[in-house]
């Protein structure tokens, strides 16, 4: 019988997330384009970052003025959504947290996702940037 010492499954357990997390692995939504508010919008246009209500959701992530989650894996879920795992980096910090996401088609059939974070709160609706 193979005895592994906890300090080395600590280590093969870390190894095998930073592979998982890692850029080269990152997650696609299948989504056709780049969505957003007129703030986030207005950031895939011109690269500014103006007011601090940016919301941007495009295929590999979801910003805002002092957020970005990049999606690490996606799970198809009930009612045109999906759950994602992400990783997010915020202003001011050096450390990046996991936590999870929604994203959800507009149930009114407006071509928009609405964002929702782990506890259900709502990061807001992002319509189709032009």
């Not at 970005?68 to 999906?82: G, M, N, Q």
């Not at 996991?98 to 994203?103: C, H, I, N, S, T």
Request: hydrophobic share 35%.
């Amino acid at each position: 019988m193979l005895r592994i010492k906890p300090r080395t499954q600590c280590v093969a357990l870390f190894a095998g997330f930073l592979l998982v997390c890692s850029p080269g692995n990152a997650a696609e939504l299948d989504i056709p384009g780049n969505y957003g508010n007129e703030a986030g919008c207005r950031h895939v246009a011109t690269g500014d970052f103006e007011g601090d209500d940016l919301l941007l959701l495009t295929r590999r992530d979801v910003s805002t003025y002092a957020t970005l989650c990049s999606f690490v894996h996606i799970y198809p879920a009930e009612a045109d959504s999906h759950v994602a795992v992400v990783t997010c980096g915020h202003e001011g910090e050096g450390s990046t947290t996991l936590g999870l996401m929604r994203v959800q088609k507009d149930p009114d059939g407006v071509d928009a996702y609405h964002i929702f974070d782990e506890d259900g709160a709502t990061w807001g609706k992002a319509g189709r940037c032009p």
